[in-house]
Structure formats: structure tokens, C-alpha cells
């Protein structure tokens, strides 16, 4: 089970990756595992602005779909376009391209209710 140490996790198995004022955010490997080959992944709340643990978008597996959280407020500015045609990447290399989302974050204090590696692997009993 791969965890990188230098990400911060949620509870609903997404990673947070801090870069300036952006939060890169994508779902766990953990999480791939679970739902299996991943078909879809749907994302249309780029350029609004979302409160936090609120829907952002949906990501489709062969078995079933789960709606995808977002991890800290902030304002949807990018969505990986490689996944509409390519959905696997989120399968194969869920920390690198198989990004989902990148937020303009709002409120800094939010990051730290998020989860270090310790904690995360915890969570998933890794």
C-alpha cells in the first residue's frame, strides 16, 4: 500500500498535495484498490467555489460510483483533463497524473485537520 509521506490525507481516502495557495487533490491508492477499474471520472464544479467536504465531482468504477469530497474550501480552478479520455491513470499512478483537481484554497487553518501519512495509514490499517 503505497502512502507518501509528504501528502495529507481525509478520511474519505483523498490525498492533498500543497503547491503556493493550490491544494492538488486526488483519491488514495487505497481507494483505487477498493473501487477496482475506475471507467469515468466526473468533475463539473470548475471556476466555483465550494465549502469544504462538499461535492465536487463523482469517479465511476466497474462495481460501483462514489462521490469524490473536497478536502479544504476553496475555489475549483483546474480539472486533469487527461481523465476523460485516460480514466485508468487514477489506477496505475493515483499520486502523479492520476491527479483529479486542483482548488485556489481559502482557508489555510483547514489543512490542518487533514491527515499526515502516520495517521492515514492508521486509518486504512496499513
Sequence with gaps: MNVPSDLKYTKDHEW?????DIAV???TDFAQGELGDIVYVEVETVDETLDKDEVFGTVEAVKTVSDLF???SGEIVEFNEELESEPEIVNSDPYDKGWMVKIKFSDAGE???LLDDGQYKEL???
Design 16 to 20: 492533498v498535495r500543497i503547491e503556493g
Design 25 to 27: 487533490v486526488g483519491i
Design 70 to 72: 473536497i478536502p479544504i
Design 111 to 113: 489543512l490542518d485537520d
Design 124 to 126: 486504512i490499517g496499513a
